[in-house]
């Protein structure tokens, strides 16, 4: 098949999903954009189609191929200058984080950035899995796929009640704890078999209610001038110094 109209259906259909949270959720499809996280994409087994702009990137075999001109692809991406390729991929089924050894807790976190990197950090750094509250970013947004660069594909993720959920670990006596600037050293906590932390909001931290139930609460020393970190990073340095 051959698109070259900006008013295709298929045009259409991808520039909703792409734009569109609820879509998304309906759907339980979301797209990726690029050679590299197409490849991540195929190597999952997701991919139920590929859009292709650039013939060089006509190699991959045992999947649907829709060929598009570069105006259509263009339209379709959520980058100013796309790749040439993109795919429609399945969301992932809502994993049961059986495996409580290692998790990382987010309370609200907005920027899409700030999402995609943590899970960028928590693959590099061998977490269990990533609960998101209900009320953070939604996991397909094009840029937390963007900025996960394939780690999407292999960390388990859930959303759910953040608050039911943390009581459900300190029941099977999973530490859990809150982050803030006021609390224990990070390097004055030892490690245990079963560990969560909570990352906070942006701009607002964790909740009062998150911080109420947790095991006890940490911070990340720092030498210099800045009174707090970015989420991701804070993040990233957590998941580091507890990685497994």
Do not use: W
Not at 2 to 13: D, G, H, M, P, W
Request: hydrophobic share 40%; net charge neutral; charged share 25%.
């Amino acid at each position: 098949m051959n698109i070259t109209s900006l008013n295709n259906n298929r045009v259409k259909y991808y520039t909703k999903l792409l734009n569109s949270k609820k879509e998304r959720d309906k759907e339980k499809l979301f797209i990726v954009e690029g050679d590299h996280l197409v490849e991540e994409a195929m190597k999952e087994n997701v991919v139920k189609e590929l859009l292709i702009s650039d013939l060089s990137y006509d190699h991959y075999k045992d999947v649907d191929k829709i060929f598009v001109s570069q105006e259509v692809m263009k339209k379709i991406c959520d980058t100013i200058t796309p790749q040439g390729i993109i795919a429609l991929c399945s969301q992932k089924e809502m994993y049961d984080l059986t495996t409580l050894n290692r998790l990382l807790l987010l309370d609200n976190i907005q920027d899409p950035g700030n999402l995609g990197t943590i899970i960028r950090s928590a693959d590099a750094f061998n977490f269990d899995g990533i609960v998101l509250s209900e009320n953070t970013v939604d996991l397909y947004n094009p840029k937390v796929v963007r900025s996960t660069q394939g780690a999407i594909f292999r960390v388990k993720v859930i959303k759910t009640n953040l608050l039911q959920y943390i009581n459900k670990l300190i029941a099977k006596g999973v530490l859990v704890y809150g982050t803030s600037l006021n609390g224990k050293n990070l390097n004055a906590i030892l490690p245990s078999d079963n560990m969560a932390f909570i990352m906070g909001n942006e701009g607002n931290g964790v909740s009062e209610a998150l911080m109420n139930i947790a095991n006890d609460n940490i911070f990340i020393e720092m030498n210099g001038n800045s009174e707090s970190l970015n989420v991701a990073v804070a993040s990233s340095i957590i998941m580091y110094n507890f990685r497994k």
